[in-house]
């Protein structure tokens, strides 16, 4: 439904005449807009061309400090397309969204706040003009990243089908988006899963100053769809009423659950790229080129349209440009009399509050109020968190490639297909870009999905969704959006799976604010962190080593979730502190436990949660030992050893007893051959010889503990884990 806050409203879509689910391309050509609903669009689009024409005559105060990219020439596919929708149904935008925003009914006043970065604008001031969203009037979101919002609209479709509401999402996208993967990624994986989206392109020629013929070949955009077997529309995109037609009957066929299309319309934009200038001058089109597309003006055209049919009189052509410069007049003011956000506020909404409450005191082994328990393994730990959480909340599901296949990736998704079907069990082509990010864009709308990447390398395929949209969403919409997502990636070390398949890259993810990083090396954390993880509001990145998988521990049979607080103290000591996560400690375990035998008592810690960092617990042990030794997963360099020695040096710099040290990776890529892994990971002697040295341990002891260590890894081989490490402990 068209909606441009004047009160004056088009006819919804449905009223005027029945758009049919026929998408031949004969099918709909009566379809008309009545009088009334053609002057609305007139007045929405000569709404978004003024609201741009003032920002551009403004733009030189140098008050609106974020870039601009004007829609200005592209007003009747953004309305258009609007005008197919209701007020639910949800449109996604890319760095060129004020006129989609504004057609959509955005408010005029958030996004002109917004762009002059203030406290009431859409996003908070956190986003400028290229992140417009406002949840209300069905804009979900807007991504400067070309194509990135494409999954978000299929999560919103997925969220859609899956809840049974009668509601379609749109991507809208430029002629640039179509060459990106993902766009490729999200037409097949929309198809597959009959997802009630559009794929709305609007083709004005360009990406930037460069031609659509050097950047694709000759053919119909429309035939992309073809070839995922989508239905293609096409309109002229300056005919604000032939877009509305198209969009009509996809809206109509999506609505009635026949699946996902791809509508085309061919537009341009007048003004430069991004900015507010006319930069034809210098000579990336045509000579003449924006003179034709002028005299094609879609706001003019469509004037002379209905004057020549008498629809609209000059008289009431000059009330509504009247009454569209006082609400723009007001908007402007409003939004430069706004106050700036406080600074002090710069860092809310980069995480949502808190979701879970410690459940249950956690102390090691026993789990008093937890009710019964027994041995099971973390694969078993992790497949039985993930059906209690299937089970317990409707909101919950489980995507990725091979969650539904026999062996159940491990062993964790096994059952899940024939208790909880197709729909809340997704199998999923090989996109993890769309998989990842569909995922997110029904995490924004209150799907809590469960995300399985068989390896961390794959998910790296999905960096973008992760890193630009899941950490990004809850902050540029100044905390209105949540992405309760669990995204569970699995390190595959072992067995000659070499450099892309062995990688544990906590840190890449670390890195970013706006996720959480958990790293379980036992049973009953890999059960109750994951139940804390689902029920987290925020985006978690959830690494399981694959030796971790074979640990077997004392886990409560209830559905325990345990808060992603931090480090656990596993051993006292008083002579050093070492730090480990995820399978490395249990290396650093059995490290701790030879040194023990020689009078060395190492405080070890499990890190668990490496994002946010707690480093409080491990500050207040080396501010006792004096001496710190901390074991990454990873690469050394740059890991995240190197933040925990920082915080740690920072806090407690006086008690320090010797220099922190690090063990983690060498700096190349993990290779094949046992031959060359051989001195690959840091191991239980290494740990133990590290340890030892920064305690001041004599060379006989050191010896001794390293011999001792040794003698248990005989006739183990460096790919697979020690057969002693079976838990629980
Ligand atoms: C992934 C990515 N690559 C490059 C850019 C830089 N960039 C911003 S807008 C744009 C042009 C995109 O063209 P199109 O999708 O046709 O949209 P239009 O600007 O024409 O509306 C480019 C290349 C980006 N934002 N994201
Ligand atoms: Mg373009």
């Given at each position: 439904m068209l909606s441009d806050g004047s009160g004056l409203r088009a006819q919804p879509a449905a009223e005027q005449s029945e758009p049919r689910q026929d998408l031949s391309p004969d099918s709909g050509r009566e379809l008309r807009l009545s009088p009334s609903a053609?002057?609305?669009?007139?007045?929405?689009m000569l709404r978004i061309r003024r609201v741009e024409e003032r920002i551009a005559a403004r733009y030189g105060e140098q008050e609106m400090r974020c870039p601009v990219h004007l829609s200005i020439g592209q007003e009747a596919a953004a309305v258009g397309a609007c005008s197919a929708l209701e007020r639910e149904d949800l449109i996604v935008s890319s760095h060129r969204c004020h006129g989609h925003y504004l057609a959509k009914g955005g408010s005029l006043e958030a996004m002109l706040a917004e762009i002059y970065g203030r406290e009431s604008g859409c996003c908070g001031g956190r986003g400028g003009s290229m992140h417009l969203f406002d949840r209300e009037a069905g804009v979900l979101g807007s991504v400067p990243i070309v194509a990135s919002s494409i999954p978000l609209a299929l999560g919103a479709g997925l969220h859609f089908a899956r809840t049974g509401q009668p509601r379609v999402s749109v991507a809208c996208l430029g002629d640039g988006a179509l060459e990106e993967g993902v766009f490729h990624e999200s037409l097949n994986l929309a198809a597959v899963q009959r997802l009630p989206v559009v794929f709305f392109v609007?083709?004005?020629?360009?990406?930037?100053?460069?031609?659509?013929?050097?950047?694709?070949?000759?053919?119909?955009?429309?035939?992309?769809?073809?070839?995922?077997?989508?239905?293609?529309?096409?309109?002229?995109?300056?005919?604000?009423?032939?877009?509305?037609?198209?969009?009509?009957?996809?809206?109509?066929?999506?609505?009635?659950?026949?699946?996902?299309?791809?509508?085309?319309?061919?537009?341009?934009?007048?003004?430069?790229?991004?900015?507010?200038?006319?930069?034809?001058?210098?000579?990336?089109?045509?000579?003449?080129?924006l003179a034709a597309w002028l005299a094609r003006c879609p706001v003019a055209r469509l004037r002379q349209a209905l004057a020549a049919q008498g629809i609209l009189a000059e008289a009431e052509h000059d009330r509504v440009e009247a009454e569209l410069a006082r609400e723009i007049d007001a908007a402007f003011e409003a939004a430069r009399a706004a106050p700036f956000p406080r600074a002090e506020t710069r860092a809310e909404h980069t995480y949502?509050?808190?979701?879970?409450?410690?459940?249950?005191?956690?102390?090691?082994?026993?789990?008093?109020?937890?009710?019964?328990?027994?041995?099971?393994?973390?694969?078993?730990?992790?497949?039985?968190?993930?059906?209690?959480?299937?089970?317990?909340?409707?909101?919950?599901?489980?995507?990725?490639?091979?969650?539904?296949?026999?062996?159940?990736?491990?062993?964790?998704?096994?059952?899940?297909?024939?208790?909880?079907?197709?729909?809340?069990?997704?199998?999923?082509?090989?996109?993890?870009?769309?998989?990842?990010?569909?995922?997110?864009?029904?995490?924004?709308?209150?799907?809590?999905?469960?995300?399985?990447?068989?390896?961390?390398?794959?998910?790296?395929?999905?960096?973008?969704?992760?890193?630009?949209?899941?950490?990004?969403?809850?902050?540029?919409?100044?905390?209105k959006h949540r992405v309760p997502l669990v995204l569970r990636l699995i390190v595959g070390r072992g067995w000659g799976q070499g450099p892309a398949h062995s990688q544990s890259l906590e840190a890449l993810f670390a890195h970013v604010p706006g996720l959480k990083v958990v790293m379980p090396s036992n049973a009953l954390d890999a059960k109750g962190l994951l139940l804390g993880a689902i029920a987290d509001d925020a985006p978690v990145i959830f690494i399981e080593h694959r030796w971790v998988h074979s640990v077997r521990g004392n886990v409560p049979i209830a559905a325990v979730a345990l808060p992603l607080d931090g480090p656990e103290r596993l051993r006292e000591g008083r002579d050093a502190t070492l730090v480990a996560s995820s399978y490395s400690t249990l290396e650093a375990r059995a490290a701790a436990d030879a040194l023990s035998r020689v009078g060395c008592e190492v405080e070890l810690f499990d890190l668990r949660v490496v994002r946010p960092l707690n480093e409080a617990p491990i500050v207040d042990s080396v501010a006792r030992t004096g001496r710190l030794v901390v074991v990454d997963s990873g690469y050394l360099d740059f890991g995240v050893g190197a933040e925990i020695c920082t915080r740690v040096t920072s806090a407690c710099f006086d008690q320090l007893l010797a220099a922190p040290l690090r063990l983690g990776l060498a700096a190349h890529p993990t290779p094949s051959s046992p031959a060359l892994a051989e001195h690959y990971y840091p191991r239980a002697p290494q740990i133990a010889e590290a340890v030892g040295r920064v305690a001041g341990l004599s060379e006989d002891a050191l010896a001794a503990v390293r011999d001792e260590l040794e003698r248990q890894r005989e006739g183990v081989p460096c790919d697979a884990p020690h057969p002693a490490f079976r838990g629980p402990f």
């Open positions: 053609l002057c609305q669009a007139y007045r929405a609007e083709n004005n020629l360009y990406s930037v100053y460069t031609p659509l013929a050097q950047r694709q070949p000759q053919r119909p955009l429309a035939a992309l769809a073809t070839a995922h077997a989508l239905p293609a529309l096409a309109a002229d995109g300056n005919d604000v009423e032939a877009i509305w037609r198209v969009m009509s009957r996809a809206v109509a066929h999506a609505r009635a659950g026949a699946g996902p299309s791809l509508v085309v319309v061919d537009t341009y934009r007048f003004l430069e790229h991004c900015g507010t200038q006319d930069d034809d001058a210098l000579g990336y089109r045509p000579a003449g080129e949502p509050s808190a979701a879970v409450e410690r459940s249950v005191p956690r102390t090691r082994g026993a789990q008093p109020t937890a009710g019964p328990a027994r041995e099971i393994s973390a694969a078993e730990a992790i497949g039985e968190a993930t059906r209690q959480a299937l089970r317990a909340d409707e909101r919950v599901i489980v995507l990725g490639e091979g969650v539904t296949d026999r062996k159940g990736i491990f062993g964790t998704t096994q059952g899940l297909l024939e208790e909880f079907g197709p729909k809340r069990v997704l199998e999923m082509p090989l996109s993890e870009n769309a998989f990842t990010g569909m995922a997110i864009g029904a995490a924004l709308l209150g799907t809590r999905p469960i995300v399985v990447h068989q390896r961390v390398e794959f998910s790296l395929l999905a960096f973008e969704q992760i890193v630009n949209n899941a950490a990004k969403l809850s902050y540029v919409s100044a905390g």
